[in-house]
């Protein structure tokens, strides 16, 4: 898979997670996001506060699921790869 992903994309994938998982959780002060590089994908982290990691994660995953989703089709139009980990902080 060739690398089309420049910092600029990798940042409004970022702030695009980050819009969205507001809009999910009660304290919106306590979300981060960072990402790392890696050769093969980029490695997406979110941060939310202990009393929001369910909220993210959803039931059975689905919420989290969905967030990889979208990760996943905005990665592939830019020949990418994407992965989500969701921790609390």
């Known amino acids: 898979m060739t690398d089309h992903s420049s910092p ?8 695009l997670l980050t819009g969205i998982a ?3 959780v009660d304290h919106p002060e306590n979300l981060r996001v960072e990402s790392e590089a890696f050769e093969s994908e ?6 939310v506060h202990p009393d929001d990691l369910g909220k993210v ?7 989290a699921r969905s967030l990889r989703t979208i990760l996943s089709a905005a990665g592939s139009k830019m020949q990418h790869r994407f992965s989500l980990d969701v921790q609390s902080e």
């Open 8 to 15: 600029e994309s990798v940042n409004h994938i970022s702030e």
């Open 22 to 24: 507001k809009a999910l």
């Open 57 to 63: 994660i959803g039931k059975q995953g689905r919420t």
């Open 42 to 47: 980029t490695v997406i982290r979110l941060f």
